[in-house]
């Protein structure tokens, strides 16, 4: 009895460890030692894009958003209260960025409104903004939330918008979670494997029947 309960507890041992190890080594390939994950949404699309504090101020690091329009293009980028970045827009559509796929690195989005957009760059509640012809890049100060920050073109189609987030503690985390993952696997198979007696013999639940006969 007490071999089937070192077994199952061996067995559990070297699955969560061998899911913990590859969990951690899969993080520390990805993001690398500097603990850099870019999230990436692809869109091709001309309507204005809005990233809420939801989504922009969820972690402690700074975040620095690149938008890049199709060839040709121009890209405006703007950071603004919430509630003032909501006035403006009204209920022209956009596109909102909902959240993050980390499986994928890339950015969930969704479209919301049906009204015309206004002229964004022409209200003066921006915090920082930025525009020129190709990609346009702002970093979002996380000492300064929350912020929405909005994206918008001259027209052409806004092919990509990245979010790049860097913290090296995340990378030091994958590699105590690999670690951890190791040893409990290495424990769960030491459990898993018979034991033998100082004459080689097996001494698991077979040989101790064989004995008692």
Same mark, same amino acid.
């Given at each position: $009895?007490?071999?089937?309960?070192?077994?199952?507890?061996?067995?559990? &041992? =070297?699955?969560?460890?061998? /899911?913990?190890?590859?969990?951690?080594?899969?993080?520390?390939? %990805? @993001?690398?030692?500097?603990?850099?994950?870019? !999230?990436?949404?692809?869109?091709?699309? =001309?309507?204005?894009?809005?990233?809420?504090?939801?989504? @922009?101020?969820?972690?402690?690091?700074?975040?620095?958003?690149?938008?890049?329009? *199709?060839?040709? /293009?121009?890209?405006? $980028?703007?950071?603004?209260?919430?509630?003032?970045? *909501?006035?403006?827009? /009204?209920?022209?559509?956009?596109?909102?960025? +909902?959240?993050?796929?980390?499986?994928?690195?890339?950015?969930?989005?969704?479209?919301?409104?049906?009204?015309? =957009?206004?002229?964004?760059?022409?209200?003066?509640?921006?915090?920082?903004?930025?525009?020129?012809?190709?990609?346009? %890049?702002?970093?979002?100060? %996380?000492?300064?939330?929350?912020?929405?920050? #909005?994206?918008?073109?001259?027209?052409?189609?806004?092919? +990509?918008?990245? $979010?790049?987030? $860097?913290?090296? +503690?995340?990378?030091?985390? *994958?590699?105590?979670?690999? &670690?951890? /993952? @190791? !040893? &409990?696997?290495?424990?769960?198979?030491?459990?898993?494997?018979?034991?033998?007696?100082?004459?080689?013999?097996?001494?698991?639940?077979? +040989?101790?029947?064989? #004995?008692?006969?």
């Amino acid at each position: $009895m007490l071999s089937i309960v070192k077994r199952v507890i061996g067995a559990v &041992l =070297s699955l969560a460890g061998l /899911g913990l190890l590859v969990v951690g080594v899969w993080f520390a390939t %990805q @993001l690398g030692s500097s603990g850099t994950a870019e !999230f990436t949404a692809r869109l091709d699309s =001309s309507t204005p894009l809005v990233i809420q504090p939801d989504v @922009l101020n969820r972690v402690d690091a700074d975040i620095v958003v690149t938008a890049e329009p *199709a060839s040709g /293009g121009s890209v405006w $980028m703007a950071l603004a209260n919430p509630s003032d970045a *909501a006035a403006v827009l /009204g209920d022209a559509r956009h596109v909102e960025v +909902t959240g993050v796929e980390v499986r994928d690195w890339t950015l969930t989005t969704t479209t919301s409104g049906s009204g015309e =957009s206004p002229q964004l760059g022409q209200a003066d509640l921006w915090r920082k903004q930025d525009t020129a012809e190709g990609a346009v %890049q702002l970093t979002v100060r %996380q000492s300064e939330a929350p912020e929405t920050l #909005v994206v918008a073109t001259d027209g052409a189609a806004l092919e +990509t918008v990245t $979010m790049t987030v $860097m913290d090296k +503690t995340w990378f030091v985390e *994958a590699v105590v979670a690999a &670690l951890v /993952g @190791l !040893f &409990l696997l290495a424990a769960g198979a030491i459990l898993l494997l018979p034991h033998r007696g100082r004459d080689g013999a097996r001494t698991d639940d077979t +040989t101790t029947e064989e #004995v008692a006969r």
